[in-house]
């Protein structure tokens, strides 16, 4: 498993699913399935749209759920002419800690490229949101074996202007497009390759302490059969979770992944 200093994070991505009613309920359940310990030992947090924002505070604050939560994607801006955006301050407002940027969705279905995520990311730490920056490379990419290359400049655009202050406090997520909703899981050991190289990037452009505190993701057809060898890779510091995370029983296993690992 990855080092001690970084705590390890479990972020449940539950996409366009759940109204607010499911999502009270599907938190509440997720809150009752895990311990104390096992909430203080691994951070958890889920990621649901924007309508079931303030169900879920009201959820997390009213029982004080050790439960993190967090958007899915702001606005570059913080107010304005921008229909249907929403903005770092209306999260952190929220309560939200995180925000997810940069997802493979985000960037096929709408076209967001490196300079877009570049300008969220920069949103997010502005407002005090911790961004979950998302990089991965499509089913061509990986079959011309230059994925790591692929990934290495997705994390340069995203990161470009940024001080190693503020770099540390990135969270990295590295999704193969190939193996998200497909169940074709990537092996422990292509995790490894490309959150090894992240975090390699991330010590020549902004020095090995900050690479060090940088918590990096695997993500991509994640589930609690496979979670624990995902784990027990040494630059793999949790996961981001799209479809196991909309059962809670299911992502409660996974968020309670020391328990299978042996050593
Ligand atoms: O954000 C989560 C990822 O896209 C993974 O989704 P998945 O676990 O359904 O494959």
């Known amino acids: ?10 972020a449940g991505n539950w996409k366009m ?10 938190v509440q359940k997720l809150a009752a399935s895990l311990t104390e310990k096992q909430l203080t030992d691994v951070e958890t947090v889920v990621l649901p749209p924007f309508t079931d924002l303030r ?9 004080k759920l050790l439960i993190g939560y967090g958007g899915q994607d702001l606005s570059p801006h913080a107010s304005g002419a921008y229909t249907g955006d929403i903005s770092g301050p209306m999260l952190a407002k929220l309560g939200c ?11 096929a279905y709408h076209h967001e490229d490196d300079a877009i995520v570049n300008a969220k990311v920069k949103a ?3 407002h005090g949101l911790t961004p979950i920056l998302c990089v991965g490379e499509g089913l061509d990419v990986r079959e011309n074996g230059t994925h790591v290359a692929h990934c290495s400049d997705q994390l340069d655009g995203a990161l470009k202007g940024l001080t ?7 969270v990295v997520a590295y999704e193969p497009v190939w193996a998200i909703g497909t169940g074709r899981t990537a092996t422990p050991e292509d995790a490894q390759e490309v959150c090894g190289a992240v975090r390699q990037r991330l010590a020549e452009s902004f020095g ?16 609690s059969s496979n979670v624990a060898a995902i784990m027990a890779q040494p630059d793999v510091d949790g996961a981001l979770v799209g479809g196991a995370s909309l059962d809670a029983e299911e992502f409660a296993k996974i968020c309670r992944f020391p328990e299978h690992i042996t050593r």
Not at 55 to 63: F, L, N, W
């Open 164 to 170: 190693a202050e503020q770099v540390a406090k990135v």
């Open 208 to 223: 090995q302490d900050t690479a060090d505190k940088v918590r990096v993701l695997y993500g991509g057809s994640v589930k």
């Open 17 to 26: 699913n759940c109204n607010h009613l499911e999502a009270n309920l599907l």
């Open 55 to 63: 169900t879920v505070q009201t959820a997390v604050d009213g029982d």
């Open 1 to 10: 498993m990855a080092s001690a200093t970084r705590r390890p994070l479990m």
């Open 97 to 107: 800690t995180y925000v997810t940027i940069g997802h493979s969705e985000r960037r």
């Open 124 to 126: 997010a730490l502005t």
